[in-house]
């Protein structure tokens, strides 16, 4: 309905005006497109717009959105999902989240990659469940990647949900140390050394930690 991008335009407005930062994440997952096959204005876009079915009808959306953005001077980045309707505004971002097939689905496809895939840094996965040494051993580049792929990886974040955490000290026992890990992934460019990094946590980061009171 024309209401609802009115509406949504509005609250990216205020977004826009509070954010500088030339990004902004609409998500794009968990959309319910079993309504979307029982609303007869989207069955009517569908039609209209020639579009196969509701993944396509999510495309159509986000790209409407990301024209919208684009007008503002920003750029629209979404979780996976967003690209399971087929081919994107080229300047649209994607974040991986399932797994690294869609940092290599969306580098292929040419578009600007965040990687985040669940197997390795979702942090809401207990430290026994997902030990530092897994979170280590996460690559931002998948194998293979071209020169020109590998720059589309932008970076990389850890997804950290709540909805297991808690108390305070839980939040940080989940956080710290593998933080650190993904950390030195991403940031320092050296060889991987996981001995190495479990010794210079036991000789210094963990006290570290220890002594600004966090829970470790």
């Not at 030339?22 to 209209?48: L, N, T, Y």
């Amino acid at each position: 309905k024309p209401f609802a991008f009115t509406f949504v335009q509005d609250v990216l407005d205020e977004v826009i005006a509070l954010f500088p930062a030339p990004f902004v994440h609409i998500g794009g997952d968990e959309v319910p497109k079993d309504r979307w096959k029982e609303c007869a204005s989207c069955q009517e876009v569908m039609r209209r717009e020639g579009l196969a079915n509701e993944e396509e009808l999510q495309r159509w959306f986000t790209d409407s959105i990301g024209r919208f953005l684009a007008s503002r001077g920003k750029r629209l980045i979404g979780w996976n999902e967003i690209m399971h309707g087929g081919k994107l505004l080229p300047t649209t971002v994607v974040q991986s989240w399932e797994d690294t097939s869609w940092t290599r689905r969306g580098i292929e496809a040419g578009h600007d990659v965040i990687a985040s895939p669940n197997p390795w840094l979702y942090l809401d996965a207990s430290p026994r469940d997902r030990p530092l040494s897994r979170v280590y051993e996460f690559e931002p580049v998948p194998p293979g990647a071209t020169p020109e792929q590998a720059r589309r990886v932008l970076g990389s974040e850890v997804p950290f949900w709540s909805e297991r955490i808690t108390s305070p000290a839980n939040l940080e026992l989940m956080a710290w140390p593998r933080t650190l890990a993904f950390a030195e992934i991403m940031w320092s460019g050296a060889p991987r050394d996981l001995a190495g990094l479990n010794a210079r946590l036991d000789a210094d980061h963990l006290a570290r930690l220890r002594g600004m009171g966090v829970a470790v």
